[in-house]
């Protein structure tokens, strides 16, 4: 299974404010099949990107996502305070899918 | 309105059994791929396992492959997952979520199974 490590764990920022989240896999995620969810406590989680790049339906533009191979990010460009919660990315490459570990976002 | 809703959940003792049911309306339920999800109390999430939209293809997590059991009926548009031999381990809400064969963007609500004696 690939290992998906996510960095750093925890983000201590402020509205307005840029946020970059690191997602490294163990080995080469075929075709950046590659996707980042956004949790707030209580709630299921909430596709943001996939494809690496790709924003899903309904997500503002200041969410993005990048990267290739091993290595991606995603990228808050100036945090709301609705944007505080866990963001997780998840690699669909291979047969067995993996979840990152998920980095905390907070104020 | 896309809803998928969980049940089975509930207390079970280790070595035990135990079958969880997703409940889905709202969208072609027949054309979509299917997985479990979980997660334990206060940890990150954790893939399962995954069904193709024909039940013709099944994967699973190590953690659980040869114990656990994915489904389908797509007459009753319902998901199901046998769980056996349980270990403590395998405490969690388990959500039933639907979407693509890899990304996810439908989610239920979750259902807790809790394994201890």
């Known amino acids: 299974e690939i290992v998906l490590t996510q960095s750093p764990g925890t983000l201590s920022l402020s509205p307005g404010e840029r946020a970059t989240l690191s997602c490294r896999a163990s080995?080469?995620?075929?075709?950046?099949?590659l996707a980042w969810y956004q949790q707030k406590p209580g709630q299921a989680p909430r596709l943001l990107i996939s494809?690496?790049?790709n924003r899903a339906t309904g997500i503002p533009d200041r969410f993005s996502g990048s990267g290739s191979a091993t290595d991606f990010t995603l990228t808050i460009s100036r945090l709301e305070p609705e944007d505080f919660a866990v963001f997780y990315c998840?690699?669909?490459?291979?047969?067995?899918?993996?979840f990152g570990g998920g980095t905390k976002v907070e104020i | 309105e896309v809803q998928l809703v969980e049940s089975g959940g509930g207390l079970v003792q280790p070595g035990g059994s135990l079958r969880l049911s997703c409940a889905a309306s709202?969208?072609?339920?027949?054309?979509?791929?299917m997985h479990w999800v979980r997660q334990a109390p206060g940890r990150g999430l954790v893939w399962v396992s995954r069904?193709?939209?024909?039940?013709?293809?099944?994967t699973y997590a190590d953690s659980v492959k040869g114990r656990f059991t994915i489904s389908r009926d797509n007459a009753k548009n319902t998901l199901y997952l046998q769980m056996n031999s349980l270990r403590a381990e395998d405490t969690a809400i388990y959500y039933c979520?639907?979407?693509?064969?890899?990304?996810?963007?439908?989610w239920g609500e979750g259902t807790l199974v809790t394994v201890s004696s």
């Open positions: 979520a639907g979407g693509g064969s890899g990304y996810i963007f439908n």
């Open positions: 709202g969208f072609t339920f027949s054309s979509s791929w």
């Open positions: 069904i193709k939209s024909d039940g013709s293809y099944t």
């Open positions: 080995q080469s995620v075929d075709n950046n099949y």
């Open positions: 494809g690496a790049s």
């Open positions: 998840q690699q669909y490459g291979s047969s067995a899918l993996t």
